[in-house]
């Protein structure tokens, strides 16, 4: 019933932009994708016997954009699924509840100015060259400001209310029996940053700045790309739930960084990254809710006709031996890290993706790559081997800070301390059979090099993916 109230919504909205004295054109596009995947999907050699390796889903993207000028445009993006077949919403008589509004917002310049406004629902990130989506990506409430100041130098400016939970518990009873409620006034997290993109004839740079206060209540939720949600990139391993506890009312965050990237000697690029950042949420007794980190890394890649041979490195640091100072891993609010297809999110619409996360903090790794090659018209294929390693003491595992069978749920990336490494290779084909419609099949293998006598032997050596997508483009 849900879903048939959005598509009546959907459907009047458009017909009223036939009746008005002022037609507005309607431009809509989106994507169908249907994906099959087989894989191994947990790292914990019991959890396979209860993990499914395969899955089968659908996911329906829609966005319309209701087009007044070239000042001003109002965009709405809907999200169906996934539907993960055979459960729920994708059972027998299907009828599921899962119609998302992802974005809602609107455009609009600011007359005299080439300044453009967005305002509402919409998505956010922080450009970063070597390791795409590796500093800040995500969708939120917020507004966000950018234009040129010159032909070369631009700026971004946004603002994105992350969290304002409201939160209120019952005190006592009144003299009239009437509930008194006291409301948390330490709930929000606001995030506000700041990019001064520069661009000349085969260079372009992208300084930024992000700063957030954050609320010692604020309950975080799952951001829009993280694989174990907020609180696990912004704090230390286990202090999510005694943040609650700080001294301090509200906490501080920020970041700062360079990406530059540069395509002078086409059809060589070559993309630098360096980030740090800081949260510090105060103290609780003896524990210090900090977390400080940075990430650097190096990129280059050269296009020819049948092939793009590239090589990428990072190094991002990791957790000392105290977990009572904090954590020296970079803290991240929401990334969405696609360098590969099984490890990370690199897949097109593969549910099996992100084995190891959507963060690179604690880690380094080195990854070459074949793309783009094809010698056969509408037949493309990459071919990876990416090889990471832990940045972290070991003592954080000995101690019992992280749990032996919590490698892969302690943050959004598995943590990996110094004496673990995986190797990571993959194999991807892309048929575009029609025009708009494309068939991707994803191959990888994952050889998990954990510690045995640091993690009691608790996870498989050899992991597997084989996935399938049909992935219609309108």
Known sequence: MKRAMMLFLAAGLLLSMTSGARAA??????????????????????????????????RLRTQIDIVASDSLKGVVFFEVGHQNWGTNDAALGTDG?????????????????????RMGLQPFDIATFAV???AFTTDGAGISLSGNFTENVGATLFWVRAYNNDERTVSLYGKDNTLLYTYNSHDAMDVIGLAVPVQFDGIRMN??????????DTRFGAGANNKTGVASGLLPVGTGKVVADSKDNHGNAWWGGLSAEMTLFSPLRVAVDGVYGKVDMGKTGNQDLKRAGWYAALAAECKTDF????????????????ALDGSERMPVIDTDVALTSFGYDGGMYNRSSTFNGTDISGSWGIMAE?????????????????????????EMVRGGVVAHGAMATVGNNMYLTTKDKLWEVNFDSQYKLY???????????????????????????????????VNYKF
């Open 25 to 58: 054109d309607v431009n809509i596009k989106g994507q169908w994708q249907n994906g099959f995947s087989w894989a191994d999907r947990n790292p914990l050699k019991s959890a396979n016997a209860s993990v499914d390796r395969f899955k089968a889903s659908t």
């Open 207 to 216: 300084p930024f700045g992000m700063y957030s206060a954050i609320g010692k």
């Open 307 to 322: 092939v793009t041979p590239g090589l990428t490195f990072w190094y991002a640091s990791g957790d000392d031996a105290n």
């Open 97 to 117: 509840k899962v119609v998302k509004v992802r974005y809602s917002y609107v455009d609009w310049i600011i007359p005299e100015t080439d300044a453009k406004v």
């Open 370 to 394: 074949l793309k783009d090659i094809s010698f056969i018209e509408a037949l493309s294929h990459a071919f990876r081997v990416a090889m990471v390693k832990g940045t972290n003491n070991t």
């Open 435 to 469: 025009e708009g419609l494309t068939l991707a099949f994803e191959l990888g293998y994952i050889y998990l090099d954990a510690d045995k006598e640091l993690w009691n032997n608790l996870y498989k050596e050899n992991n597997f993916q084989a996935a399938f997508s």
């Open 132 to 134: 795409p989506y590796a």
